[in-house]
């Protein structure tokens, strides 16, 4: 998932267990959002691309969970979305270290 912002830098926080993450200073807003993860899942910041976060995990459902917690947090309302582009937004959907047969 990509970090996106035009007017406010989003600031994710993952947890040292990485088991869960809070967003922070989405559209401005002072209040932080804590997102849980479910069993099984983890997050973790990429290495390769800046303002990318990576979740993990072995259950598909369980993931696009997560994803769907952190994408509804960062909902704009009101708002028209062609024109206001912040958010975090899902970039690709991928395995991480498939197993060759």
């Known amino acids: 998932m990509r970090l996106v912002h ?3 830098p989003i600031q ?7 088991k869960q993450i809070e967003i922070k200073n989405f559209l401005g807003g002072k209040k ?3 997102i849980n993860l ?4 983890t ?6 691309t800046q303002h990318e976060i990576v979740f993990d995990g072995t259950d598909i459902g369980a993931l696009s969970l997560c994803c769907a917690q952190v994408s509804q947090v960062c909902k704009v309302g009101r708002k028209d979305e ?5 958010g975090i937004f899902v970039s ?3 395995l991480t270290n ?4």
């Open 43 to 48: 997050v973790f910041k990429s290495t390769d």
């Open 98 to 101: 498939p197993k060759e047969d």
């Open 32 to 34: 932080g959002h804590l």
């Open 12 to 18: 994710a926080l993952i947890s040292k267990d990485k």
């Open 82 to 86: 062609r024109k206001f582009l912040d």
């Open 92 to 94: 690709e959907k991928t």
């Open 6 to 8: 035009a007017h406010f």
């Open 38 to 41: 479910q069993p099984g899942c």
